[in-house]
């Protein structure tokens, strides 16, 4: 499928579920879509990007080790993601990408994750939480920046300040992954 039928076929895509679930199992049965989907993902003033930004969050979730040939491309582009809609599945493969890197489970990721990439999902993480985003995307970032923290010290006690700062200012989902995060940063120190 070339790049401008993928376009189009994303066109279809709807916020369901089912929807989703079932044009990313088109993209899993056939990676040589993967870099088109890349591709409009990164159409940042397009009002499609942000469907090929669902597909490419649920690719990533059934088989996070697909974005291994693309994580220059993707950790490169990542501060350029403004839509609503698109920055929140992006936060969650940056979360995934985190995830992984420190899972005890064999993956690519562990291996292909390079210096240059996790400080750019870290800049875009904190640039997520110091700038008016929604709490899923803030949540997201919160949790990547904890798991990238075990590695770079100094983002532990950045990241807590602007919890604590943002805490009485924020919902109350936002507090609750709050709290959790910053309890794990306490109990890390001790």
Not at 15 to 44: C, G, H, S, T, W
Request: charged share 30%; proline share 4%; net charge positive.
């Amino acid at each position: 499928m070339t790049l401008e039928k993928l376009y189009k076929e994303l066109n279809y895509v709807s916020a369901l579920r089912e929807n989703r679930q079932k044009y990313a199992n088109i993209v899993l049965n056939d990676l040589n879509l993967l870099p088109n989907l890349i591709n409009i993902l990164f159409m940042v003033d397009d009002k499609v990007s942000f469907k090929a930004a669902w597909i490419f969050e649920y690719v990533c979730a059934e088989n996070i080790d697909v974005i291994v040939p693309y994580l220059d491309e993707f950790t490169s582009n990542l501060n350029k993601i403004r839509l609503d809609s698109a920055v929140r599945p992006v936060a969650k493969v940056c979360e995934f990408l985190a995830k992984a890197n420190y899972s005890k489970e064999p993956n690519q990721v562990k291996n292909n994750l390079l210096p240059k990439h996790k400080e750019r999902i870290v800049e875009s993480c904190f640039d997520w939480m110091i700038r008016d985003e929604k709490v899923a995307v803030k949540a997201y970032a919160m949790s990547t920046l904890y798991l990238f923290g075990k590695d770079y010290k100094w983002i532990h006690p950045e990241l807590a300040q602007i919890l604590e700062q943002d805490y009485p200012h924020q919902s109350a989902a936002f507090k609750a992954r709050a709290r959790h995060i910053l309890k794990k940063i306490k109990t890390k120190k001790k």
